[in-house]
């Protein structure tokens, strides 16, 4: 008999802006099948992640709650087993579920509701590892503990890295699970929800050159950093600068031989990515799973890609806390729509629910994104976003508010910044000061601040980092 629930497919990317996406304007043609894909479906124009580093990202987007609420502040912070994931919802709902590639869990639980996963992530699938270095707000240290070596070949042109090619390699691996499950799948089977999760395009930046040939002559859209962008810096930048080396490698970033090749590099790996995509949207067509499975495709924050001067994810400017959302289900979902609103990846979770016709726990703080799927757009047009950053690289609790035209930055104890996202898309005038702009400042200020308070959330991330210290102490 015929499944009668929707099977779910999430294809995921890690640090994929959708700046790059020609289904959001771009014109390199790095993303031909995504394109297709959102053709067939429904692409969220404004979406954002709720936490601009991967393994908080991740954790909020499977259960729905703010990284604040479940402690998992940063890259080490332990992911607890006891709060429900969208996975829970879909085992309730009857499904099978697999997740094959990374999602950055950390801690002994590795699967988090999933029944199975095939070619893990070697760095974060043993379990908590107490000697992981965790940052220390009393203890500001400067740069990244790897020190330039590890900044400079992310970003600039540097042959001798090429032995990163073992990320390559490792979506290689991820793939061929991917497409050894869903070729074994029929329409007759019982429902499941498989997540692919990519490595690609997540620095360090490598593809084999005849895969970067591709965009070497192409017109790319460089970026460009006004004479006085330093002056303009925040100090949450100036702390991420400075820890990702960038005071002392800015003029080698900045070289445009040295941008062509990243953005050249950044683009192959986007267009590999979209390759393997392809390849499993084709085997769902020849599966005959197309018509009864609904397609997602997201990533888990975006990347600087040196916009402002800056590299990296960890701030709240666009390129770094944006991610492409598109569903798609033909038949079932219109085709070619899109919505504009803002919402975020929290809001997975309730869709997700809706999906699988479960109802979710209690608590969740998203709203299923359904209605904005079927057309009902208008009912989240004055919702506000809300991201926050407690990780590596500050050395306070950093939160943004979002709405349909204004963005609001607080650090907490040291500044405020405010953006005109329709007169200001690159985020480069702070009007947070401008008595004409105060009224939206404190308004956005005052709904922000009944969502999170900032004092008991800096106890609570000293608290993590006082103890995560002393236990790493013992291994030294």
Known sequence: MRNEKPNVLLIMADSLSPHFMGAYGDTAGATPNLDDLARSGVTF????????????????????????????????????????????????????????????????????GFDARLAMETDYSQGYDPRRPTFDWNKPSGANPAGRDWMAPSYVKDAKWDNYRHHYDRDVTIHSEAVRYLSGKTADDGPFFCCVSYHHPHNPFYIPDDIRERFRGMELDLPSVPGDMRERYGVMDKWLNNYHCQTELMDCIMDRDNLRWLYETYYGMTYDMDLRAGELLEIMRSRGLDKNTVIIFTSDHGDMLAHRGMVQKRCFYERSIRAP????????????????????????????????????????????????????????????????????????????????????????????????????????????????????????????????????????????????????????
């Open 45 to 112: 124009e404004r979406a954002y992640c709720n936490s601009p580093m991967c393994a908080p990202s991740r954790a909020s987007m499977m259960t729905g709650r703010y990284v604040s609420e479940i402690g998992a502040y940063d890259n080490g912070s332990m992911f607890p087993s006891d709060i429900p994931t969208f996975n829970h919802c879909f085992k309730r709902a009857g499904y099978d579920t697999i997740l094959i590639g990374k999602m950055h869990f950390v801690g002994y639980d590795q699967y988090h």
């Open 325 to 476: 959302l598109i569903f798609s289900s033909p038949g079932t979902y219109p085709s070619g729509a899109r919505a504009a609103s803002p919402v975020s990846l929290l809001d997975l979770f309730p869709t997700i629910a809706d999906i699988a016709g479960e109802a979710p726990p209690e608590g969740l703080l998203g709203e299923s994104l359904i209605p904005a799927i079927l057309g009902e757009g208008d009912r989240y047009a004055n919702r506000i976003i809300y991201a926050e950053y407690h990780n590596e690289g500050v050395y306070a609790p950093c939160f943004m508010a979002v709405s349909e035209r204004y963005k609001y930055i607080y650090v907490h104890g040291h500044e405020e910044l405010l953006f005109d996202l329709e007169n200001d898309p690159e985020e480069l005038e702070n009007i947070a000061g401008g008595h004409k702009y105060s009224g939206v400042r404190d308004e956005l200020k005052r709904e922000l601040l009944s969502r999170f308070d900032p004092e008991a959330i800096a106890c609570q991330v000293r608290e993590n980092q006082k103890n995560r210290n002393y236990i790493t102490g013992g291994y030294r």
